[in-house]
């Protein structure tokens, strides 16, 4: 079936430092590929997303490649802020609707 | 656009009561919607597939006569968990896709509940 396997947590970045969050997966068929943010005891948002090979998603500042040829689609920052404390989760839609999510990996930038 | 509507986002229940959890779509229809369970500081596993009209499927290992679906419309899907304990605390969320786009799915706002 499909998975999702995600750098483990959990990350601690000063501030203005880089962070890149991998993540790569396994789907049959051609999935679209999410990065979602959960900020304590809250629901997930969207962070960013990309449906086909090469695409790049972007928002906020983070990035993440559809890479098919490695079958990641990394989550990379260039300056982190206190405020991008959260926990990231990647995951991949494909089979119809349903959704894989990598295991999370919590961020804490300090100031 | 694509906006789903979770609701209640807390609750809080004694043991042995049981709690009904909705999902709307609210500009969108939705044949199929997918219910989601998230213990604490772990991520999300997928219980069901809410189908509209059509009996759910449930993933191995979820009692089916304890998370009871029902997907009357094509905008909404109940989920109840019945006589709740506290081993059902948890966060649970929704998704639901477009009829027609496999490859995408929006979330609800989760619905914490906890069984005191």
């Known amino acids: 079936g499909d998975s999702v396997t995600q750098m483990e947590g959990p990350v601690t970045l000063s501030e203005e430092a880089f962070l890149t969050i991998n993540c790569t997966y396994t789907a049959t068929g051609y999935p679209s590929l999410f990065w979602y943010v959960q900020y304590p005891g809250e629901g997930l948002q969207l962070l960013l997303k990309a449906t086909k090979a090469d695409d790049k998603g972007s928002n906020k500042g983070f990035e993440a490649t559809y890479r098919k040829e490695t079958t990641s689609f990394h989550l990379e920052k260039g300056s982190v802020q206190v405020s991008d404390s959260a926990v990231y989760f990647c995951?991949?839609?494909?089979?119809?609707?349903?959704?894989?999510f990598g295991d999370g990996t919590t961020l804490t930038v300090k100031p | 656009g694509a906006v789903v509507s979770q609701h209640p986002s807390r609750v809080i229940c004694k043991s042995g009561t049981s709690v009904k959890i909705e999902c709307r779509s609210l500009?969108?229809?939705?044949?199929?919607m997918f219910w989601y369970r998230q213990f604490p500081k772990q991520s999300l596993m997928l219980m069901a597939t809410?189908?509209?009209?059509?009996?759910?499927?449930?993933e191995q290992g979820v009692e089916k006569d304890k998370f009871l679906i029902n997907h009357a419309s094509l905008t909404l899907s109940t989920l109840t968990v019945t006589s709740a304990h506290p081993e059902d605390s948890s966060f649970y969320i929704c998704?639901?896709?477009?009829?027609?786009?496999?490859?995408?799915?929006?979330f609800g706002q989760g619905t914490r509940l906890t069984v005191v």
């Open positions: 809410s189908n509209e009209g059509s009996k759910a499927t449930y």
């Open positions: 500009d969108f229809q939705a044949t199929t």
């Open positions: 995951a991949l839609t494909a089979n119809a609707g349903k959704s894989t």
């Open positions: 998704s639901a896709k477009i009829s027609g786009v496999n490859t995408e799915a929006f």
